[in-house]
């Protein structure tokens, strides 16, 4: 087997170990059950908002800790904090412990970092494309038997909400035995760049690097800098990076306060929960709504504004619906809509900006537009959840209208487009790439 499919099989399975964790699409229902008792205003208010905080704290540390201490590291790391995050919401009581649990879960989120760019200092460059599909689809598949698994087990009354927790903590303890398994990585993108990936000029300032920490950390933050500039001085690349860091403040949002309102539906109506199942759904409908687009090879330079839109559009009714409605059912449909449009549009929006970028700064600047969304969800929480204390279904009404007001923003911007004559003399044929841009791609 040749090395860098070897590299991606290891990654792989690391990948799919940590997504297995059936308990979470019910971890709301656990806390409020009998084995926390904590009430709905404590979850959100309290335990919940940490979590994105700590996310947000944490996310530039890992980053660059990850780049300097050369990724497996922290990817260890990244996996003992799941163990020991587990082993809080098992054993662990009261309301300080569990947001102990949601700072190490703040950590957890961040380290992924390390897992996406592992794998872009081990392999060629000619590479990159292979290994990145293999690790999205060991995330999709990890993430959709864990849903699976979830509901079965639930389903059938083989486990109960708490015993869920003991194989997410199991598939904890395998993915840490497993990252052990992976080699140590040679270079990394700043603190350590290999040189068979630098023009000759920079070969011999690196060299004398080599014996000076100090110089060689200046560099590495003259390299941050300069991608940075180069990176976000194209108009392109501010377009799709806006919506992506807008769209995914309210994508998690979404995906984290959903089953406080699926729990009130539940208790008055004494229905069963089917959270394991629709987050497997959601999985699969949004991996193949991906797929679907990606293979169209659009012209996403002229589409995607208008696209965006009617994704953002989309996502506010779905939200608004769910915010409403008092059937488990539709709230379920709504959600997968409003998730799975987010995985379609997001994986097209990541496609545009890395095809804008240099390859060795991919990390760097899907970790800035990550921050800027934590940065955004961590004001929305502060002001709607912490300060104003604002019930979940009026909740999800504004993070409607957070959309809402996203879709005609990208409505203006196709509007601008137009007017500035980028639509001139478009035909149906124009709307798709040329034959060699396909090629590349």
């Given at each position: 087997?040749e090395?860098w ?19 979470e ?6 806390l ?11 979850v959100y ?5 940490v ?9 530039v540390v ?5 780049d300097?201490?050369r ?26 412990l ?6 190490l879960?703040?950590?957890?989120m961040a ?21 990145s ?17 979830a ?10 909400y ?10 904890m ?10 080699p ?5 993108i700043?603190f ?7 023009p ?9 690097n080599?014996?000076?920490p ?30 992506w860091?807008?769209?995914t ?16 539906v ?5 229905q069963q ?17 991906a ?8 012209n996403?330079?002229l589409l995607?504004?208008?696209a ?6 989309v996502?506010?009714a779905?939200v608004?619906?769910i ?18 449009a987010?995985?379609?549009?997001v994986?097209i ?24 969304a934590l ?10 959840i ?11 009404l ?12 990208f ?12 639509w001139r003399?478009?035909t ?8 060699e ?5």
């Amino acid at each position: 087997m040749e090395r860098w499919l070897k590299l991606s099989l290891l990654l792989c399975i690391f990948g799919f170990l940590k997504e297995i964790r059936p308990s979470e699409p019910y971890v709301t229902h656990f806390l409020m059950g009998p084995w926390k008792n904590f009430t709905a205003n404590e979850v959100y208010e309290e335990i919940y908002p940490v979590g994105t905080y700590s996310t947000l704290a944490l996310l530039v540390v890992v980053f660059l800790v990850t780049d300097f201490l050369r990724h497996k590291p922290v990817i260890v790391a990244d996996a003992l904090t799941g163990v020991a995050i587990y082993s809080l919401l098992i054993w662990a009581q009261g309301i300080p412990l569990m947001q102990v649990m949601e700072v190490l879960y703040g950590g957890f989120m961040a380290g992924e970092v390390a897992y996406y760019t592992y794998i872009y200092a081990s392999v060629d460059r000619s590479r990159y494309q292979a290994v990145s599909g293999h690790t999205r689809a060991a995330y999709l598949v990890g993430r959709c038997t864990s849903g699976v698994m979830a509901q079965v087990l639930v389903s059938t009354g083989a486990m109960d909400y708490l015993e869920l927790n003991y194989i997410t903590l199991a598939s904890m303890v395998a993915a840490t035995m497993w990252a052990l398994l992976l080699p140590s990585t040679q270079s990394s993108i700043y603190f350590h760049r290999d040189k068979a990936i630098l023009p000759s000029h920079e070969k011999d300032s690196l060299e004398a690097n080599d014996a000076a920490p100090p110089e060689r950390m200046a560099r590495a933050f003259w390299y941050l800098r300069r991608d940075l500039v180069t990176a976000y001085t194209s108009s392109s690349v501010v377009k799709w990076s806006l919506w992506w860091a807008l769209a995914t403040c309210g994508f998690y949002q979404v995906l984290n306060y959903t089953q406080l309102i699926w729990e009130e539906v539940v208790q008055s109506s004494g229905q069963q929960l089917y959270n394991g199942a629709v987050e497997a759904v959601y999985t699969v409908v949004g991996a193949c709504s991906a797929l679907a687009l990606s293979s169209l090879r659009l012209n996403w330079q002229l589409l995607g504004p208008p696209a965006l839109a009617a994704c953002a559009l989309v996502q506010a009714a779905a939200v608004y619906t769910i915010s409403v409605s008092q059937d488990l059912w539709l709230s379920y449909a709504a959600y997968i809509l409003c998730l799975a449009a987010y995985q379609a549009l997001v994986t097209i929006a990541s496609s545009e900006i890395a095809k804008l970028l240099k390859e060795e700064c991919f990390g760097l600047i899907f970790g800035v537009n990550m921050f800027f969304a934590l940065a955004l969800q961590s004001i929305l929480t502060l002001v709607v959840i912490t300060w104003l204390q604002i019930a979940p279904r009026e909740q999800f009404l504004i993070y409607g209208s957070y959309f809402a007001v996203l879709g005609v923003g990208f409505v203006f911007v196709a509007l601008y487009s137009l007017l500035k004559g980028q639509w001139r003399g478009v035909t149906l044929k124009s709307l798709w790439l040329p034959k060699e841009e396909r090629a590349d791609t």
